[in-house]
């Protein structure tokens, strides 16, 4: 049986149709694949460690995150990363390492056509 789950958050609804809305205009699917992965349950999103991230990003890439990035482990390289939200260690560590940290909405703005994104989760 599946329910049908209603998002209760303005800015996650919000972020969610301008993820639609970009994939339509920018011939950008990525941001199609993001939206659908965000309208899913709370429980069913990515909680991602940094080592992960450090173990499958390249450094011209930018790591997206449809969830949460927890600190577990070191990033080992220079490395933005967008994400619905970030534990405050993992967002030291990242700024330590030499990374950015930007959320999802900062990312579809900077980046419309989504290139060079590796999505993690």
Known sequence: ????V???NPAL?????????????????IWKDIAERLEKPLQNWPEI???RIS???HEKETALIPGKVLSTGKLT??????????SEKAHE???????KTLSIEELVK????????????
């Open 93 to 99: 560590k990242i700024k330590k390492a030499g990374g």
């Open 49 to 51: 460690n940094l080592n």
């Open 77 to 86: 390289k220079k490395i933005s990363i967008a994400a619905w939200s970030f």
């Open 1 to 4: 049986m599946t329910r049908d």
């Open 110 to 121: 900077n980046n419309p056509k989504g290139k060079d994104i590796r999505i993690v989760g």
């Open 13 to 29: 609804i919000n972020l969610i149709k301008g993820l639609k809305k970009s994939a339509y205009e920018n011939k950008a699917p």
């Open 6 to 8: 209603k998002k209760t």
């Open 55 to 57: 173990m499958y990003v």
